[in-house]
Antibody, heavy 119, light 110 residues
Framework: QVQLVQSGAAVKKPGASVKVSCKASGYTFTNYGIIWVRQVPGQGLEWMGWISAHSGNTNSPQKFQGRVTMTTDTSTSTAYMELRSLRSDDTALYYC????????????WGQGTLVTVSS | EIVLTQSPDTLSLSPGERATLFCRASQSVSASYLAWYQHKPGQAPRLLVYGASNRATGIPDMFSGSGSGTDFTLTISRLEPEDFAVYYCQHYDSSRGMYTFGQGTKLEIK
């Protein structure tokens, strides 16, 4: 069965960077992309970006462009999301997820990684 | 950029009642790329419906989705205690390769 296991919680200072990992299993990693979604406390789900595990192509909303880098390591079936220049409002629960096709919704999710930004 | 607006923000109902949640897109969208999720604290979101009206694997038929164009609906026919959660609609813009979520509807026990 498809499983996505994320790295543990992190506490960072403003201005620092954080890199969240997402290890996939139960499917051929390069067949599907990895989606990154976050939830700031008290707010809704927010799409941060997508990376093709096959080609490495990425896409993200303008809000995060220039501050987020998504990568994959096909040798370990692991995806990474790095967010730079952290601010207090980046404190959030970060999820990785995957799907076979955007037509089928996002059906497999990691457990989430809490990133706290505090001085 | 497509914006999804859900209503109401909060819906207070009792177990056994019927819940109807709405999602309105800022412009006409393809129903093929419209999905609904249930999200509970401490858990990952759970896919309920994809393609506007197709239940995801393992989702009971008490959940149903409908709609087209700009207006979409998620109906929960008879609420169980475990159904009280936050529900999100989500769209994928295939022309730009971008996902958008609505702001969510909190379904709470009355």
């Amino acid at each position: 069965q498809v499983q996505l296991v994320q790295s543990g919680a992190a506490v960072k200072k403003p201005g620092a960077s954080v890199k969240v990992s997402c290890k996939a299993s139960g499917y051929t990693f390069t067949n599907y992309g990895i989606i990154w979604v976050r939830q700031v406390p008290g707010q809704g789900l927010e799409w941060m970006g997508w990376i093709s595990a096959h080609s490495g192509n990425t896409n993200s909303p303008q809000k995060f462009q220039g501050r987020v880098t998504m990568t994959t390591d096909t040798s370990t079936s692991t995806a990474y999301m790095e967010l730079r220049s952290l601010r207090s409002d980046d404190t959030a629960l970060y999820y990785c997820a995957t799907n076979k096709s955007p037509r089928l919704g996002i059906d497999h999710w990691g457990q989430g990684t809490l990133v706290t930004v505090s001085s | 950029e497509i914006v999804l607006t859900q209503s109401p923000d909060t819906l207070s109902l009792s177990p056994g009642e019927r819940a109807t949640l709405f999602c309105r897109a800022s412009q006409s969208v393809s129903a093929s790329y419209l999905a609904w999720y249930q999200h509970k604290p401490g858990q990952a979101p759970r896919l309920l419906v994809y393609g506007a009206s197709n239940r995801a694997t393992g989702i009971p038929d008490m959940f149903s989705g409908s709609g087209s164009g700009t207006d979409f609906t998620l109906t929960i026919s008879r609420l169980e205690p475990e159904d009280f959660a936050v529900y999100y609609c989500q769209h994928y813009d295939s022309s730009r390769g971008m996902y958008t979520f609505g702001q969510g509807t909190k379904l709470e026990i009355k």
